[in-house]
C-alpha cells in the first residue's frame, strides 16, 4: 500500500473518531416528532377524564372542542381554589384547640403572691431615722421638720412630682449623714413596713406555718413586699446565659380552701405615713411564681384587701401548651417563642422578664439610672430625687407597652409615648392564672378561717385565703392546622374535583416524560434505514411440516433398511 493511500485511510479513521465523540445533539424535527409520539401515548393511556378524546380517531372534533373548553375552564378555577386556599393558610397557620379540660392541677405550681401594705413608709421607721439625722448635729432642723423631709422619698414610689418650693432636700441632709454616698435601695427597704409585724399567722396545705418561713421581703412593682412562693433567687441577678436563677416553686397539693394559702393581716393603722392609696390595707398582687410581679408585662392580678375583711379568692388556672411543629412558622405567624430558642440570651426566659428588661433600658438611656423596685441586674445607678422630674415626665411611656410591632400597625399611634419591645413575645407554654373573689366583713366570733382563735378579738384585722378548688385544669394546645400530608390530600381532593385528578396521575406524567427524556437521549441508529430496506425484501414466511425437521441422513438410513428386508 503507497503512503497516500495510507494517509487517506488514517484521515478517514481520525474523521470518524471525531465523529464518534462529538456531543450529541437533537434536531428540532427530530424533538417535535418524539414530543408528539408521547404526548399521544399519554392522552391515550392517562387515567385523566377526557383526554383520550384527543387522539381517538373515532372522536370528532365536537368532542375535542367541548373537551378543550371544560378543561380550560375547570382548570383556571382549580389552581385559583388551590392557590387562594394555600394564602390563607399561611396567613393564618397555627390554631389553638382544648387538649383537655381534666389535666391534674395537683402538677401545677402554686402561683406567687405579693402583700403590700398601702402604707409604703412606716411612722416608726421614719421617726426612728430622724431621731439618727437629729443626734448626728449635721443640721439646725427639728426632728419634725427632718420628718417632714422624709416624707419626700415616697416620691420615688409613684414619681409624681409636684414643683413647689423645698428649702430643704432630704437627699442633700442624708448625703451628709451617710458621708457622701447612701444606698437609695437600702433606705427605702429600712423604711418599709417590716412582714414580721404585719403578717400575724399563715396557714398552707391544711397545716399551720411560721409566716417568716414561707415569705420573703422582696422587690415587686410597688416596692419591697412580702411574697410568697417568689421561686427566683435574688431580686438583682444577672439573666445571663450561664446562671440559673429559679428555685423549685411549691405545688398545688391540696384542694379546698383549708389546702391553699390563709393570712392574717394586721394594719396597724396608727404607723400609716405615706400612703400610696387614700384608703387603708393591703394591694396584693397574684403572679407567676417564676416572674418579676409587673402590670406592665400583664399576666398579674391586683387587688386590694381593706380591713376587718374576709377576702376568699379561688385560683383557676389555664395551661397552654405549644407543639414544636410550629417551630417551622416565624414568630409572626405563632406568636410565641420556646425556651431553647432564646437560651443565646439567658438559660431561662419569661416575657415578664423581658418586659422588665426593655423597660428598664429605656429608663436607664432616658433618665440614666433604674428605679429601686425594678430589678438592677447590671447594677446600674439606683434612682434618687433628684431624677424624679425625668422619670414623671416619661412615665405614661412605661405604662404603654407594644411587645412586637405587627401587633399593632396602627400608623396614627404616637411613638413617642410607646415603648416598643420588638423581641418579646410570649413563651408557647405558660399557665395563666384567673380569680374569683368573695369577701364579707370580718367580725367577732366569726370563725370563717381556722387561723383566727376563738378568744380573739377582731379590731382593724383581716383574712386572705387563696386556693384551687377545681381537680381538672384546662389545658389548651397550639398546633397548626395542616400538616404536610393534610395539605396535600386537600390539594388532592380538590384536584379530584375538579379534572379526576389522583397520584397515579403523576406517576403516569412522570412515566411518560421519562420514556420522553430516554429516547432523545438515544443516538438514532445509522443502519435503521437500511435495515427497513432490507426487512423488506425478505422472502415471506412459509409453512414448514414435521417430517421436514429430520436430517436427510436419516431419511436415507431408513431407506437402506427397508431394502435389506429389516421392516
Keep these: 500500500m503507497d503512503k497516500s493511500s495510507r494517509r487517506e485511510r488514517d484521515a478517514d479513521g481520525v474523521a470518524k473518531g471525531w465523529a464518534m465523540s462529538k456531543p450529541h445533539r437533537v434536531s428540532n424535527a427530530r424533538f417535535v416528532r418524539t414530543l408528539l409520539k408521547y404526548s399521544k401515548l399519554y392522552c391515550r393511556y392517562t387515567k385523566l377524564a377526557g383526554f383520550r378524546y384527543f387522539v381517538e380517531p373515532e372522536a370528532t372534533w365536537f368532542d375535542r372542542t367541548l373537551w378543550f373548553l371544560v378543561y380550560a375552564v375547570t382548570v383556571p378555577a382549580m389552581v385559583y381554589t388551590i392557590y387562594y386556599g394555600y394564602l390563607e393558610f399561611m396567613e393564618n397557620p397555627i390554631f389553638t384547640s382544648v387538649e383537655t379540660e381534666y389535666f391534674p392541677t395537683y402538677q401545677l405550681d402554686f402561683p406567687g403572691i405579693a402583700i403590700c401594705s398601702i402604707n409604703r413608709i412606716s411612722r416608726r421607721a421614719a421617726v426612728e431615722l430622724a431621731n439618727e439625722v437629729f443626734a448626728a448635729n449635721i443640721t439646725d432642723l427639728s426632728i419634725d421638720d427632718i420628718l417632714s423631709m422624709i416624707s419626700q422619698l415616697g416620691d420615688l414610689y409613684d414619681s409624681e412630682f409636684i414643683q413647689q418650693k423645698r428649702f430643704h432636700r432630704i437627699d442633700q441632709l442624708l448625703t451628709v449623714y451617710y458621708n457622701g454616698y447612701y444606698s437609695i435601695t437600702d433606705l427605702m427597704k429600712r423604711l418599709t413596713p417590716r412582714c414580721s409585724s404585719m403578717l400575724l399567722k399563715c396557714r398552707f396545705h391544711n397545716e399551720k406555718r411560721n409566716c417568716s418561713d414561707i415569705f420573703a421581703f422582696r422587690k415587686t412593682q410597688d416596692g419591697f413586699c412580702c411574697t410568697f412562693n417568689y421561686a427566683t433567687k435574688g431580686d438583682d441577678t444577672l439573666l445571663d446565659n450561664g446562671v440559673n436563677h429559679r428555685l423549685d416553686s411549691m405545688k398545688v397539693n391540696n384542694l379546698t380552701e383549708d389546702g391553699g394559702l390563709s393570712v392574717l393581716l394586721e394594719p396597724f393603722l396608727d404607723d400609716y405615713f405615706y400612703p400610696i392609696f387614700p384608703s387603708p390595707g393591703w394591694k396584693v398582687t397574684i403572679f407567676n411564681p417564676y416572674d418579676y410581679p409587673d402590670m406592665a408585662s400583664g399576666g398579674v392580678i391586683d387587688f386590694l384587701v ?220 445509522p443502519s435503521g434505514g437500511n435495515e427497513k430496506r432490507a426487512e423488506g425484501k425478505q422472502p415471506p414466511i412459509q409453512t414448514i411440516y414435521w417430517g421436514e425437521l429430520y436430517s436427510y441422513a436419516r431419511a436415507t438410513k431408513n431407506q437402506r433398511d427397508r431394502a435389506r428386508g429389516k421392516y
Design 306 to 525: 381593706s380591713p376587718r375583711e374576709h377576702r376568699r379568692v379561688e385560683i383557676e388556672a389555664i395551661m397552654f401548651n405549644s407543639t414544636k411543629s410550629i417551630t417551622a412558622y416565624p414568630l409572626e405567624k405563632r406568636g410565641c417563642v420556646f425556651e431553647d430558642e432564646m437560651t443565646s440570651l439567658r438559660m431561662f426566659y419569661t416575657y415578664s422578664d423581658c418586659i422588665v428588661d426593655c423597660k428598664t433600658a429605656d429608663i436607664w438611656k432616658s433618665c440614666g439610672c433604674v428605679p429601686f423596685f425594678l430589678p438592677n441586674r447590671k447594677s446600674r445607678r439606683v434612682c434618687n430625687l433628684e431624677d424624679v422630674p425625668c422619670l414623671t415626665l416619661h412615665k405614661p411611656t412605661w405604662f404603654s407597652v407594644v411587645p412586637h410591632e405587627n401587633l399593632y400597625n396602627n400608623e396614627d399611634m404616637d411613638k413617642t409615648d410607646i415603648l416598643h419591645c420588638h423581641n418579646c413575645y410570649p413563651e408557647c407554654s405558660d399557665v395563666k392564672y384567673t380569680a374569683k373573689m368573695s369577701m364579707f366583713n370580718l367580725q367577732s366570733n366569726t370563725h370563717v378561717i381556722k387561723l383566727i382563735p376563738d378568744n380573739m378579738e377582731i379590731k382593724d384585722e383581716s383574712t386572705l385565703t387563696v386556693y384551687f378548688n377545681n381537680f381538672g385544669t384546662i389545658k389548651l394546645r397550639q398546633d397548626v392546622i395542616y400538616r404536610w400530608y393534610e395539605l396535600l390530600g386537600d390539594a388532592s381532593g380538590i384536584c379530584g374535583i375538579f379534572v379526576g385528578f389522583s397520584l397515579i396521575a403523576v406517576v403516569e406524567f412522570a412515566y411518560f416524560v421519562g420514556l420522553f427524556v430516554f429516547e432523545l437521549l438515544k443516538r438514532p441508529d
